[in-house]
């Protein structure tokens, strides 16, 4: 284990060169100008194209997007309840080599995630060891005591994760929080590309990219695969939504109309006998799977937050009889949380006695006296995060922050340290996009969706990349002006012999 | 499938069938209203429109005089009334948005798409032309709902539900239109006016499309008894009271057979479709056809709430 107030996960020369590298690494032309493989068509096709053809397909996407009715909800703001996603029309490219790096990467994560939360609710091996400290996950917000007494089927507790990834330069990809609760998105990963479809056909014609359309497929796989161990070979899987008010409640019914399978709110589900039905016209019909897309807190109104009107009476009682599976597990948040965070890379070699593929972003701890030392003298160069936060939400970041927000967080930190972290301001890559003003770089990251059942780990190659459009912004949060685009795993498409 | 996916998807068809309805009645009071009073009579056209939708307490609560402007304000766009067209778009919406996966795309993008463009419409003062507009994309939408709906729905209990919303609506909403109509509707005996009679009568037939089917069913001038039995009892005409009933007794069948079990909504629906069948326009003048039309919306009332029993719960 690192030494205490050292920054974990890197060293102290190679942050150096990641906070304050001038050259922004781009994912097309590199901090050269050289073309970089796998964009070689599409860069051709873009110089060939004229502008209005551009703005065209622009405004037919937004139309696309309009007519389907994909929206989301914005938290705080009256008027516009019902907004699309800005979606930029040039997509983003990662080679197959540099995928297949990333997929190992990402399934031995979520291999360890799902290994850590089965430790934190039992014995607590890398507590014993001395690796992971015991209050980090007994005093986690996220943890849920009771599932220290259920054993959810398969020992697997995240079915699906979102992993958010970052990355510096053609070499160093870092990972940049783990979403293991109920993450989001996957629908605009899949609307992109139908839309990319509609739109240019001619480079779907030219290149070879690899196909997202079969996730719904594995995830519904996935989730049979996980059913309780008395369901039918059929099991019936629901989808848990809190309603049409919700955010991402375009996903939640985009993704049941895919698997097929009921679209369910907590008034649909009652629970007799520690077992759960749903109402349906032909009378009460058992149900085996739910994947909810609920938070803990609200999902039983007798186990947790009593005034939820959301959840389903009873849930937890048939969850703990093992008569229904949960998805993803109750308290997986205990990972998802920025603490833990830091200890991921001791996490990966501890369960599966393997290096990390994917590394994480250098991180202080502020609940070690040093590490917070140092972020406090170094306010204005570090983004600061709250441990449990999330959507871009309570995060300060240095260089871009006014001198009353940093004091504020100043104040905030010496209050709380323990809760929170902070990293280096990160050089993202960017990738070019086509915004008002022309073709310009914006700054990138990228949420490839893991699947994990009993039956193994699927990733469908490629996965959300969102973009921050306002420019030299860093937050790429839809809910903060953040737009989305299409990400392409493309085969082949090298440099032409003799073209570098 | 759920019993909340039914109720939605029967609800969103009540609500389009309904906002259609109201855009003819509508166009119907605009047009006889812009008639000389010689020829449209002394009857208020803006009066029936109020008491056909079926909103005259609610009116009143808001408007003190039935005006042209007040009317088509009420039923056009007030959040005061809770069946105006515009809310009827909205609430079928929502519904829509909350049983998505029930719908197929193209009757999704056609409730999503309406929303949309109603929006657009500057519904307050609306003037003619505007107005006009506003109507067609109404009955259009409802149109390609219906017809979306007809060809992209798989046939199980999901398009049932959907027909079953759309024919007690439209019974209903037929029952009304005539009931308030029917003092213009004479027994056969009365001795028939002039061109007054005529464009009441034809209003109707107006108002439910039917005008030119009239003429190739009955090859007469259009008599009042005639107009009755057109929209009551004859099966060619698709938006008959009989023919909503032919339609409801199939759709509440098909449930039956896939569930396997039937209740009080099927025995109610085949009840009244009998009794339709059983009559003759005749008879119906003799015994009173305000009377006859009271008791069916009563008994189609009760086939609503049998069917909310039996499914929707």
Known sequence: ??????????????????????????????????????????????????????????????????????????????????????????????????????????????????????????????????????????????????????????????????????????????????????????????????????????????LKIAPVDNYTDNLLKTL?????????????????????????????????????????????????????????????????????????????????????????????????????????????????????????????????????????????????????????????????????????????????????????????????????????????????????????????????????????VRVVPGGLTRVALKEGSLVVNSSQGGGTKDTWVVEGDLAPQGDR | MLSRTADSLYWLSRYIERAENLARILGVAERLATLPSAYAGASSEWESAIATAGCGPAFFNNYGQVTRANVIEFIVASDANSSSIRRCVETARTNARSVRTALTIEMWEIINGLWHEVQKFKLKNIDPSQLAKFLTVIQEASLRFDGAAYRTMLRTDHFRFQRIGMFLERSDNIARLMDVKYHVLLPEQEPVGGGLDYFQWSAILRAVGALTSYNWVYRDNVKPWLVADFMILRMEQPRSLISSYDNLNRQLDGLAEQYGRQGQAQRLARATFANLQNQNIDDLFQSGLHEFLTDFITENNALGAAVTDQYLL
């Open chain 1, 1 to 206: 284990m690192a030494a205490k107030g050292q920054v974990q996960g890197q060293s102290q020369s190679q942050l150096q060169r990641l906070g304050q590298g001038p050259a922004i690494f781009d994912e097309m032309n590199g901090v050269d100008g050289v073309l970089r493989d796998g964009y070689h068509t599409l860069s051709r096709w873009l110089a060939d194209a004229p502008p209005e053809l551009l703005s065209n397909r622009k405004l037919e996407a937004e139309y696309f997007f309009r007519r389907i009715g994909i929206t989301f909800n914005v938290y705080g703001d009256a008027e516009g309840t019902e907004r699309i996603i800005p979606f930029d029309i040039v997509p983003r490219v990662l080679t197959m080599s540099e995928w297949d790096k990333l997929a190992k990467g990402l399934e031995q994560r979520v291999k360890a995630l799902n290994a850590f939360i089965g430790d934190a609710y039992g014995e607590r091996r890398i507590v014993k060891e001395g690796l992971v400290p015991e209050e980090l996950i007994l005093q986690n917000p996220a943890f849920q005591p009771a599932m220290t007494r259920i054993a959810p089927p398969g020992g697997i507790y995240v079915h699906i994760a979102g992993i958010d990834i970052v990355r510096v330069d053609p070499d160093t990809f870092y990972v940049l929080e783990d979403n293991a609760r109920t993450p989001s998105g996957v629908s605009y990963m899949l609307e992109n590309r139908e839309a990319m479809m509609r739109l240019f056909p001619e480079l779907f014609g030219k």
């Open chain 1, 224 to 456: 049979k695969s996980v059913a309780p161990r008395g369901a039918s070979s059929e099991p019936v899987v629901v989808l848990l939504t809190p309603g049409p008010f919700n955010s991402a409640y375009y996903e939640h019914s985009f993704l049941a109309d895919k698997m097929g399978i009921e679209l369910v709110e907590g008034r649909d589900l009652f629970v007799r006998g520690n077992v759960v039905f749903m109402r349906t016209t032909e009378g009460p019909k058992r149900v085996d799977v739910i994947y909810r897309r609920i938070d803990d807190e609200f999902i039983d109104p007798l186990a947790f937050n009593p005034t939820s009107m959301l959840g389903v009476p009873g849930l937890m009682s048939a969850y703990a009889a093992g008569n229904v599976t949960i998805s993803n597990a109750i308290g997986t948040g205990v990972c998802d949380d920025k603490a833990i965070y830091s200890y991921m890379p001791e996490i990966v070699k501890f369960y599966l006695d393997e290096e990390p593929i994917l590394h994480n972003v250098p991180t202080w701890r502020c609940r070690e006296p040093d590490a917070l030392r140092y972020v406090l003298d170094h306010l204005s160069e570090l983004v600061v995060k709250e441990v449990n936060g999330s959507g871009g939400y309570g995060m300060l970041v240095g260089p871009h922050a006014t001198k009353e927000q940093i004091a504020t967080f100043r104040a905030k930190l010496i209050a709380h340290p323990e809760g929170f972290i902070a990293q280096p301001t990160l050089a993202l890559s960017t990738v070019p996009c086509f915004v008002d003003s022309g073709m310009a770089p914006r700054h990138v990251d990228l949420r490839p969706y893991v699947l994990c059942g009993a039956d193994g």
